[in-house]
């Protein structure tokens, strides 16, 4: 779905906007999750290049930021596929194992020492 009149799916979009494949490439790296400067290296364009393309990106879609114009990216289908999405598994603690940061044990209530309040603090 990649080319598509955009005014149809962005009301603020542009009339008749559509987008250039240096633009589609730049798009797909925002919905990859690439910073600028990540962006401008794996296209070997420098970090300005790549601001302007996203205004241009921005101003043809309607977005008015960066995580407007990822969810745009990722409603024309620039998104990761679902085997490339990260999703963590969950741990599965051991019998024994702490799962605080300092080692103490679950069990064990964790104090908080505060000194006594006066009228001005």
């Known amino acids: 779905m990649h080319e598509t ?3 149809h799916l962005f009301p603020a979009a542009e009339p008749g906007a559509s987008l250039t494949p240096r633009e589609e490439e730049v798009l797909a790296h925002l919905a990859q999750g690439d910073t600028y400067r990540m962006i401008a290296h794996r296209l070997g364009l420098s970090p300005h290049t790549v601001d302007t393309y996203l205004r241009r990106l921005r101003s043809k879609t309607g977005a008015v930021n960066r995580t407007q114009l990822t969810h745009v990216a990722f409603r024309l289908g620039y998104g990761p596929s679902g085997s490339e999405v990260f999703v963590p598994k969950p ?3 051991r019998s024994g194992e702490h799962s ?5 044990a679950d069990s064990a209530p964790v104090r908080i020492h505060r000194a006594p309040r ?3 603090s």
């Open 5 to 7: 009149d955009l005014p």
């Open 118 to 120: 006066t009228p001005y």
């Open 91 to 93: 741990r599965i603690r």
């Open 100 to 104: 605080s940061t300092n080692g103490a």
